[in-house]
């Protein structure tokens, strides 16, 4: 029963490939989100969808691209990969508004391109 | 716009000591609410402490607490008697009523035997 589950924990692919990375939360939250953590454990934001709408598109390549089919989901596909993209991906969410204000984390995607 | 400043890249303490870990923030915001989020080499990010800007009490959470200082606009976070299993990446944030969490570039805690 875990909080926020995201799959593949290990990705390794070959540059110019496709891939997706899917994060699904059970907590019942409105507010989704994609980090990307780079080598030096430095914490990108990327996107935030509320409710499956974006509110949150920061510089980003077109080549991500993530898509919301409901509030419990939040899915990173990735065209065309390069090394760059080489990282730790993150999904999180939070319930905006209550008092008790907190981020969920997925236990991350290791992404590596060849 | 809002930031986050971890001063200390890289600490160390002995096992059973105390250790403080320093981070600064910036915002004009007056309600909002600050985290600390370690990280250890299993890549979890585990909420440590949370600490709301109005209230003026210093959270605690077993070992960990804040020092959190609303007009120096500072938190600091103190590890007493500190565990091997301390040993991790330290991140501040902060957020307010908007959508960010906004992180600092994070602290590497050793604990050494």
């Known amino acids: 029963d875990t909080a926020v589950s995201q799959t593949p924990k290990y990705l390794v692919t070959q540059m110019g490939n496709d891939k997706s990375i899917k994060c699904e939360q059970n907590l019942g939250h409105d507010t989704m989100y994609w980090y990307k953590q780079d080598s030096k454990k430095f914490l990108k934001i990327m996107f935030s969808?509320?409710?499956?709408?974006?509110?949150i598109n920061e510089t980003v390549p077109n080549r991500f691209s993530p898509k919301s089919p409901d509030k419990a989901h939040l899915n990173l596909h990735i065209n065309s990969l390069e090394l760059g993209d080489s990282a730790v991906y993150f999904c999180?969410?939070?319930?905006?508004?209550?008092?008790?204000?907190?981020?969920?984390f997925g236990s991350g995607t290791q992404l590596s391109v060849l | 716009a809002q930031t986050v400043t971890q001063s200390q890249p890289e600490m160390s303490v002995q096992e059973a000591e105390t250790v403080t870990l320093s981070c600064t923030y910036d915002t004009s915001e007056s309600n909002y609410y600050l985290f600390w989020y370690k990280q250890p080499p299993s890549r979890q990010m585990i909420l440590v402490i949370r600490?709301?800007?109005?209230?003026?009490q210093n959270a605690t959470e077993n070992r960990f607490s804040v020092n959190f200082q609303k007009a120096a606009k500072s938190f600091s976070l103190k590890i007493s008697d500190s565990q091997l299993g301390d040993t991790a990446m330290y991140f501040c944030a902060f957020t307010y009523t908007g959508n960010q969490f906004y992180f600092g570039t994070g602290t590497s805690l050793t604990v050494i035997p």
């Open positions: 999180a969410s939070r319930l905006r508004g209550l008092s008790n204000e907190k981020l969920f």
């Open positions: 969808y509320n409710n499956k709408e974006l509110i």
């Open positions: 600490q709301e800007a109005y209230k003026q």
